[in-house]
């Protein structure tokens, strides 16, 4: 039973629409994925369309912008309340942060020399709520300064190159709080991405777990096979749940085609378990996942 828990549509920096990414996992042979955008839940009322009409269960997510120690960590946070108001002000801090960052970012590469403007980029991002590094990289793209997200990336975006700017996250140990008080469950994306082991190691994520931390996503396209081993063991022995997922952008990303990693479904049983009980914990109504009655 093929489960992946971390897709990206063009409401975030995906390429394809969320009811297409919902289609697509389906004809991928998927029996169900979860939908978790960057920092918005814009998706989600077309995705659980999608997943109606073909027959797919659909768990609904975000991957959450969040910060700890000065370092940037992504927050995948399943089934909360999408209109509990702390949430939804939290987000729109994060998207507020996005919506400023741009024009800052565009400015940094008019002083470089490149010809684009705004405009390029709200071309690229006009389905977008969450608009991020990526529309501006597919801008660079069509202006044909770059070959691809990649390049624009090594070449201008990705810190330490020069049109990097940061922009606000969500202090992490907050988020993981609101997320409980929102009746839903939190998994840290690929834990050892960008950092490696040790930002987050056995330790801080023991922290994290009583903060409210339910799972860490080991099988992931940035770990090697060592890297999840021990994020797997790690997992094991501390009671948290372990996931694996592809990642997928559409287009945006390769080498993350769906299903390229999965979860153990006895995993997300417990995923699911957990988010019931903070569900009723919270006195929350929380979204089920769609398709598959018995876990709803
Ligand atoms: P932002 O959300 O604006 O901070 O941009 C970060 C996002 O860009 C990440 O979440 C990835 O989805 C994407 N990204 C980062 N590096 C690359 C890359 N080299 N190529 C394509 N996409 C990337
Ligand atoms: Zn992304
Ligand atoms: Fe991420
Ligand atoms: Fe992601």
């Known amino acids: 039973m093929p489960i992946d828990l971390h897709t990206h549509s063009d409401v975030s920096d995906g390429t394809t629409p969320p009811a297409q990414v919902v289609k697509d996992a389906q004809a991928a042979g998927l029996d169900v994925v979860a939908l978790t955008d960057h920092d918005t839940t814009a998706g989600w009322d077309e995705a659980e369309a999608a997943a109606l009409e073909v027959g797919i269960g659909l768990v609904r997510g975000i991957e959450v912008s969040c910060t700890h120690g000065g370092r940037g960590v992504h927050l995948l946070v399943y089934l909360p309340d999408p209109t509990f108001p702390p949430l939804v002000e939290a987000l729109q801090l994060v998207l507020d942060g996005r919506d400023q960052r741009t024009p800052r970012i565009v400015e940094r590469l ?21 608009v991020g590094r990526p529309h501006i990289a597919d801008a660079l793209v069509r202006r044909g300064v770059v ?17 990097y700017v940061t922009r606000y996250a969500a202090p992490l140990e907050d988020m993981l709080a609101t997320v409980s008080s929102a009746g839903g ?11 490696g082991s040790s930002a987050l190691g056995e330790e ?3 922290d ?12 992931h396209q940035d770990h090697g ?8 063991a790690i997992g094991r022995d501390m009671g948290l749940v372990v996931t694996g997922s592809s990642d997928y952008h ?4 390769v080498g993350h085609d769906l299903g ?9 049983e417990r995923l699911l378990a957990l988010a019931a009980e903070s569900a009723r914990r919270a006195g929350r109504r929380t979204p089920g996942v769609v398709g598959w009655p018995r876990w709803t």
């Open 147 to 163: 070959r691809d997200r990649d390049e624009a990336f090594d070449r201008y975006l990705s810190p330490g190159r020069p049109a």
């Open 208 to 219: 994290l777990q009583r903060h409210g931390l339910a799972g860490i996503e080991a099988d």
């Open 110 to 130: 008019q002083q470089l020399g490149i010809d684009l403007d705004l405009a390029d980029v709200e071309r690229e991002s006009a389905s977008a709520a969450a």
């Open 185 to 195: 469950v939190s998994v840290i994306a690929h834990p050892w991405g960008r950092y």
């Open 204 to 206: 801080a994520l023991a």
């Open 225 to 232: 096979p060592d890297d999840r081993a021990a994020l797997h």
């Open 260 to 268: 390229c990693n999965t979860t153990d479904p006895g995993q997300l």
């Open 250 to 253: 559409g287009a945006g990303k």
